[in-house]
C-alpha cells in the first residue's frame, strides 16, 4: 500500500462547548486516566494474579468499580492509544499497520491534527489538560501533545525499548533480561522540548509520579484532565530501588507493584486535596501481555493469549472505574465496554457538545458508571493493524482470522469463522458455529453494517524516514 | 500391589481434651468448614474468574482472608478429603490408590478407624459435630461419618457422578451435556440410613443448605463444628430452578453461582444467630478443575492444568478464611497453606492436645490467619496416588513425574527433575532448573527426610466387591 503524508493542519473542527464559561462550577468532575501498557488482564491481584501484589489497585476497585468484559481497540500500542484518546477505531484515523504495526523513532507519521482528542475537546470546555508519560501517538512537533489539546507534557514520546544504542550492552534480546538503562536512549521530554536521551528508567515511574501529583496540586481551582501513561510494565523492566527485588513475581511483579504504588499516590492526593468526590479516575493498560517476554511479559490469566493477537488476551484489559460517592463501591461489572468510549463518556461528563460530523466508535458508559441504565455497547471489532480479524457481540464472538502474539506463528483464515461463547468459555477453547448458525449470520450483518461507514484512509504508521 | 482389608476396630486414640468440661466457654469458637468439589482455583469472581458472579465468597474474602496458595494434598477426590479430615497425608492412611485412585460404590474399604478426624478429635472436645453432603470416605457401615466423630450426617456418601442407572438416558458423556436426575441413583443417607435412592439433584444444594442451617441454629449452646461439602460443581450439573440458566457461565456457572448463594446462607446466619464473632468458617475445593469436561469442567485460571493432576491447577485451590472480629478483613495471604494444616489448627483453637503418636502432615496455621507471626509450611508434597510426583519449597517446586489430568496423556518421568519458580512462573511454563542445582539439591534432602517418615499402609481403595 502506498500512502501519501497528509498535510497536517490544525483542523477547524466545529466543536461547541456547552456551558464553557461555567468551566469551574463543580458539576464538571476533574477527569484522571492512567493507562498502564501491556499489562495483562489476569495481572492484578483482584484480577486474580496469585504473586503480584496490587493493594492500591485492589483497593480502588473495592471503593469503585472492577470490569471483566472491558476492552481497547487494538492489539498493540500506537493503534489502541489513538483509539483511546479519539473514541475512533484506528482504521479512521489511519493509526493502524500492517507492516509497521506502530509508530518508530524513524516514523514520520503520527495522530492527524483532524482528530478530535479527549485533551482538546476537555480544554475546549475548560479544562487544564496535562499529560504525562508515554505518548506514542507521534513525536514530531505536530503531533506532540501540546499539538492535540494538552496543556503540558512530560515523558518519554514512544516506547522505552526503543533508540537502543548498540554500542552498550549484550546484543539482542539479552540486554532485557538483565537491563541497564544506558542500553536505550529514548528522548525524555517536557512539552515540545527534549530536556534528556536516555533517562534513568528505573527513575521512570517515581518521576513520572511525581508530575503527575504536581499537576493535580497545581490544578485544583478549576477542572482537569489527566493522562497519566505510565511506560511500563513494556520491557525492558524497570523499577526503583523501593521496589527493586521485592516481589514474588520477579523483576515484572516489582515493576507492577510500583505502577501500583503509583496509583495509591494518585488517589490518595485527589483524598488529601479534597477532590476524590469531583473526579473520575479510570485505569486500565494499552494491550494484553508481551507473552513472547516470558517471565518479563505479564500474564492474561484465563484468556488466550496475549499482545498482538485479537484472541483475548490481547485486547481484554483490567479496567477500574473510580469516583467517590458517584460510583458504587464494590461492583463488578460484566457489562461490554471498551477505551473507545471514555471520549463520549467523558462529553457527558464535561457538558461538551461533540462535532455533528463526527463518527465515534465510543458510545457514553455513563449509565454503566453510575447504575442509571444498561449499557449502549453490544458490539465489538477486534482488528489487527487494518485487517478486522473479529467481532463480539453480546456474549459470541466470531474470528474471522486467528493469529498468535509469537510472532513466528503464521495468520489463520477461517471460513466460516470460529465462533466462541465468552460466556462460557473465556478461554475461547469450544468451537460452537455449528451449533449458532442464526449467530454467525447476525455477525455477518454487523460486519456488513460496520465496513459501510469505514473509508480508507492513509495508515500514519508506515512511512519512515529511510536508514542506511 | 496385593492388599489386606483391615480389621477395624474403634481404635483407642490417646486424645487427651484439655479443658474438656468447660467446652462451652465462649473462647473455643465454632468452626465452619465448607468444601466444594472440583472447583477450580480461578472460577471465583475473587479469584479473577470474568463471568461468573460470587457476591458471597468475594464478600467472604473482603471480609476475611483470601490464600492464594492454598493446597490441597492429593489431585483427586478421596485422598484429597481424606487429608483435609485427618490432617495427613492420604500415602499414610491408606486412603489413595494407583489403579482405582478415588472409592467407588462396589469399594469395600474407607477411612480407618485408626485414623482421628477433625470430628472426632472436637467431639472430644465437647463440640457438636455435623456432617452435611458429600462424604467419599467410605460408605460401609464403619466408615461413615457417624462412625468417624460426627454427631450427625446428611447427605450422599460419594461422588454425583455414581450409581449410573443405565437403563435411561443417553450413553456414555452425552448423559452429561442435558443431565437428568434420574439418570443417577447414589443413596441419600441421614445418619447411617439411606432415605432414598436417586435423590433429585437439581434439588441437593439447598437441601444441604436448609440442613446445614438447622445444624447451626440447633446448636448455638454450645461449640460446634460443621463440616458443609457439597457435591457440585462435580459433573452431573444441577442447579435449582432459581439459579438455572441464570449465569453468564452456562450451567456450570448457575451451579457455581448457587454455591455461592449457599455461602451466604451460611454467613448471614451465623450474623443473624450472633454467633459471627465466635465462629470461624474456611471455605475451600476438594481438588482442581476437571478440564475433560469441557465446558461443563471448570477453570484453574493462571495455573497449568486441572483435576487429576499434580501441576498447580490440581492441587492449588480457592482458600477464604473468615472470622469478624478476629481475622483481619481483606487480607491476600501469599503464605503456603493447605488442608492438611485444618486439623491442627482447629486443635490449638479448641484447646484439644494431640495423640503424642500421632504423625501429622498438617503444621497449626493460626499465626497465618491473626496475623501473629511467619507461616510455619515451607514445604509441599504433590502425590498422585502412592507416587511423589512433586515437592514444592519456598518459591520452587520440583518435578519428578509430570501427567496431565487428560486421562490419555501418559505419565513423564523427569530426571533431573523440572524446576519452576512458581512466584515469577505461577504457570509453570519455564523450567529453571539449570539455573537452581542447590534448590534442586535442597529438595532432594527434603524428598529423602519425608520418604523416611512414610511406612506402606494397604491401600483402601484397590479393594472392591467383584461384580459380574
Not at 525499548?161 to 542500553?183: I, L, N, Q
Not at 489527566?226 to 511483579?253: D, I, M, Q, T, W
Not at 485479537?310 to 461492583?331: F, N, S
Not at 458490539?379 to 513466528?408: E, N, P, W
Amino acid at each position: 500500500m502506498k500512502h501519501i503524508i497528509q498535510t497536517i493542519a490544525i483542523a477547524s473542527v466545529a466543536l461547541i462547548a456547552a456551558g464553557r464559561a461555567d468551566a469551574a462550577t463543580p458539576s464538571r468532575p476533574n477527569i484522571v486516566v492512567i493507562l498502564a501498557d501491556d499489562l495483562g488482564y489476569g495481572d492484578l491481584a483482584c484480577y486474580g494474579h496469585p504473586s503480584i501484589r496490587t493493594p492500591n489497585l485492589d483497593r480502588m476497585a473495592a471503593d469503585g468499580m472492577r470490569f471483566t468484559d472491558f476492552y481497547v481497540a487494538a492489539e498493540v500500542c500506537t493503534p489502541s492509544r489513538a483509539a483511546l484518546m479519539t473514541g475512533r477505531l484506528p482504521i479512521r484515523s489511519g493509526m493502524c499497520g500492517d507492516k509497521r504495526r506502530v509508530l518508530f523513532p524513524n516514523s514520520t507519521g503520527g495522530l492527524p491534527a483532524t482528530e478530535l482528542t479527549i485533551a482538546r475537546m476537555l480544554k475546549e470546555c475548560g479544562y487544564a489538560t496535562g499529560c504525562v508519560g508515554k505518548w506514542h501517538l507521534g513525536h514530531h512537533p505536530q503531533f506532540l501533545p501540546t499539538s492535540h489539546g494538552f496543556d503540558s507534557y512530560f515523558g518519554i514520546p514512544y516506547s522505552n525499548d526503543m533508540d537502543r544504542d548498540t554500542s552498550v550492552g549484550p546484543k539482542g534480546r539479552a540486554a532485557f533480561w538483565a537491563p541497564k538503562s544506558e542500553y536505550w536512549k529514548p528522548p525524555f521530554m517536557r512539552d515540545a522540548v527534549v530536556l534528556e536521551r536516555g533517562p534513568d528508567q528505573t527513575q521512570l515511574t517515581p518521576r513520572y509520579t511525581a508530575e503527575a501529583l504536581k499537576f493535580i496540586r497545581a490544578h485544583k481551582a478549576k477542572p482537569f484532565f489527566l493522562y497519566f501513561a505510565h511506560n511500563f510494565p513494556h520491557v525492558p523492566l524497570f523499577a526503583s530501588e523501593k521496589f527493586h527485588g521485592k516481589s514474588r513475581r520477579g523483576l515484572y511483579g516489582d515493576v507492577v507493584e510500583e505502577l501500583d504504588w503509583s496509583v495509591g499516590q494518585v488517589l490518595d492526593t485527589l483524598r488529601a486535596e479534597g477532590l476524590a468526590e469531583n473526579t473520575l479516575v479510570f485505569f486500565t493498560s494499552d494491550n494484553g501481555p508481551w507473552l513472547t517476554f516470558e517471565t518479563h511479559g505479564g500474564s492474561a490469566g484465563p484468556l488466550r493469549d496475549g499482545k498482538g493477537s485479537t484472541w483475548e488476551g490481547g485486547m481484554r484489559e483490567p479496567g477500574i472505574a473510580w469516583w467517590p460517592g458517584r460510583i458504587k463501591p464494590g461492583v463488578i461489572n460484566h457489562e461490554l465496554a471498551s477505551s473507545l468510549d471514555l471520549l463520549p463518556t467523558f462529553a457527558a461528563l464535561a457538558g461538551a457538545t461533540l462535532p455533528r460530523n463526527l463518527l465515534l466508535d465510543g458510545v457514553d458508559m455513563s449509565p454503566l458508571l453510575f447504575g442509571t441504565g444498561p449499557g449502549k455497547r453490544d458490539t465489538m471489532f477486534y482488528y489487527r493493524g487494518t485487517q478486522l480479524f473479529a467481532v463480539r457481540k453480546g456474549s459470541f464472538k466470531a474470528h474471522f482470522i486467528t493469529r498468535s502474539g509469537y510472532d513466528k506463528e503464521p495468520p489463520a483464515p477461517h471460513d466460516p469463522p470460529l465462533l466462541f461463547d465468552l460466556g462460557s468459555d473465556p478461554g475461547e477453547r469450544f468451537d460452537v458455529a455449528k451449533d449458532h448458525p442464526g449467530v454467525l449470520a447476525d455477525i455477518a450483518k454487523e460486519v456488513e453494517r460496520h465496513r459501510a461507514t469505514v473509508t480508507p484512509v492513509p495508515s500514519q504508521l508506515e512511512e519512515a524516514v529511510k536508514q542506511n
